[in-house]
């Protein structure tokens, strides 16, 4: 039996974050080059869209490239960039036909131009899109996304279009990459890292978490299934005790 069997639709989360890690691991343990597994982590990708429409998922954030992964060599950033181009513009008629909305959260601004033609338009064409929204966290770092939600307050508050006394937590979220966004009920992190790696540190604050040993070519629609079935039996308090959330 699959476990989306097992699921219970009603307890689907609405916004599922995943952290796709492994994939350089993956192609080595296959003596192939690391470029190798980010192709077949592509399809992971693929397959996990599907699965978490098929489920009732409202809000699925995939990330993709972190503002640290400029770091790596350029061979293998020039790479991942141009493999991001090819499946947005490959996979933009299939969000159309299927109603969902792509987004883009991170510091766009250090995108080659043709890569960020290529997101810009699959955002565009997709914005009225009622369905399933993919945000693709791209370039993203969270620091450096709370950093700027600082200077833009700052910016009103100076400009005197702000009060500091308005300032409370709605207001910050508005002005992170993620305004508009309910935060993640559950964070998945393949390949057996446990840290959160620069990802939506404020968001995250009442996330459930998820760490899995498998690698994220091998996350497929039957791991992403055991994972929601996973954070079905859970019990979310919120601070307060079990007692109190069955009245
Ligand atoms: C995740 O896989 C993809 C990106 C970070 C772009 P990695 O490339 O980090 O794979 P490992 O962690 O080296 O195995
Ligand atoms: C995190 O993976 C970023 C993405 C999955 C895109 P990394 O492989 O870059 O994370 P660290 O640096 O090992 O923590
Ligand atoms: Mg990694």
Redesign the pocket.
């Known amino acids: 039996m699959s476990f989306k069997d097992k699921l219970d639709l009603k307890k689907v989360p609405q916004h599922v974050a995943i952290?796709?890690?492994?994939?350089?691991?993956?192609?080595?343990q296959r003596n192939k080059d690391?470029i190798f597994?980010?192709r077949e982590?592509v399809k992971s990708a693929k397959e996990v869209v599907e699965a978490a429409g098929e489920i009732g998922v409202k809000y699925l954030t995939l990330?993709?490239?972190?503002s640290e992964?400029w770091q790596?060599p350029e061979h293998?950033v020039k790479a991942?960039m141009q493999l991001l181009v090819q499946e947005i513009t490959e996979e933009l008629d299939r969000f159309k036909k299927e109603n969902l909305q792509l987004k883009v959260i991170g510091d766009l601004s250090r995108l080659d131009q043709d890569v960020y033609n290529a997101v810009q338009k699959a955002i565009d064409e997709t914005s009225n899109n009622t369905g399933m929204t993919i945000i693709i966290a791209l370039s993203y770092g969270s620091r450096q996304e709370i950093v700027n939600a600082v200077r833009q307050i700052a910016q009103k508050v100076k400009e005197g279009r702000l009060e500091v006394s308005q300032i409370n937590e709605q207001v910050f979220a508005n002005h992170l990459y993620t305004a508009g966004i309910p935060d993640p009920d559950f964070l998945i992190r393949t390949?057996g890292?446990l840290r959160i790696s620069n990802f939506l540190l404020w968001q995250l604050s009442y996330t459930e978490l998820y760490f899995t040993k498998v690698?994220?070519p091998d996350f497929r629609k039957e791991q992403f299934f055991e994972a929601i079935y996973n954070f079905q039996q859970r019990e979310r308090r919120y601070g307060k005790t079990s007692e109190q959330l069955e009245n």
């Open positions: 952290i796709m890690d492994g994939n350089g691991r993956w192609a080595r690391r597994g980010h982590g990330y993709a490239f972190s992964n790596r293998e991942l390949s890292e690698l994220w």
